[in-house]
């Protein structure tokens, strides 16, 4: 799983909200390492409502008509798996130095990951 979608599933999972709001709440959460545009954003929600991920109600917010996404059971469920690798990853990255026998075993591990 990307970074921006595991990021996207991450913002999802505190509460319900349209593309712009998930941008700036993964922005906020990943402490600017991931800033994705709204036209990043939206593709991936249209995705995980297609994969049945989230789901999309539409609604009117201050005038405006908005799409509104809300993480499911499975997209709880793929949050989980891709936090598990994750966490392998950096797990990982925190071992590597700069010997080469460390940097292949990272490789390999990195690798591994299922």
């Known amino acids: 799983m990307s970074l921006s979608k595991f ?7 505190s509460k319900s909200m349209h593309g712009y ?4 709440v993964v922005e906020s959460q990943s402490g600017g390492c991931c800033s994705p ?19 999309c109600k539409s609604e009117t ?3 405006r008509g908005r799409k509104v996404y809300t993480i499911t059971d499975r997209g709880l469920e793929a949050f989980q798996i891709g936090l598990s690798a994750w966490l392998k990853i950096a797990k ?23």
């Open 61 to 63: 917010v201050s005038g």
């Open 37 to 55: 545009t709204e036209g990043a954003v939206y593709p991936i929600l249209r995705e995980f409502e297609e994969g049945g991920y989230a789901t």
């Open 21 to 24: 709001d998930v941008a700036k």
């Open 92 to 114: 990982c990255l925190g071992k590597c130095d700069t010997s080469e026998k460390i940097q292949d075993k990272c490789k390999n591990d990195l690798c591994n990951i299922g």
């Open 7 to 13: 990021f996207i599933l991450c913002a999802l999972r």
